[in-house]
């Protein structure tokens, strides 16, 4: 049986000369059952959509995948493949290194906090070197991960 659930909030911010009233209402009408679900638990439910379509919206406008390059369908699979997981490799990165910092922070965010540091590569000595130009924070966290990960024992 579907249920309804009105959400009633009060406004915070300046009242609206033409709708002077003190609440905003929102209405959701589902199918989930109400023997199973509670009102705030039909509200929790509905919120959830907004996060796949917040990682929907990162994968097609930060990762470029908002087009396919070609009109081969085997070619545009690869190229989704790869797009889809390097996301997914920077959401692990953020999850198991970065943790509260940049947990929630968009891709883009994180792509330019921390991978869009101005650095040079020199060679000295049959030894190659990375200048970062970052502040020592930052420099710190990009030490951390890359010693956990090149550290860790490789996977079997």
Known sequence: MPSLVVKREKRTSQLDMFDPSEYRYWAILTNLPSESYNANQVILTHQMRGQMEKSIGELKH???????PCGQFSANTMYFTIGVLAANLLQLLKQDTFFDDYLKASIK??????IHLPARVIKHGRVLFIKIVSSLEKF??????????SLSPPLT
């Open 62 to 68: 930060h990762c470029g995948l908002d087009h396919l």
């Open 109 to 114: 965010t994180f792509r330019y906090k921390l």
């Open 140 to 149: 710190k966290l990009i030490e951390s991960a890359y010693l956990k990960y």
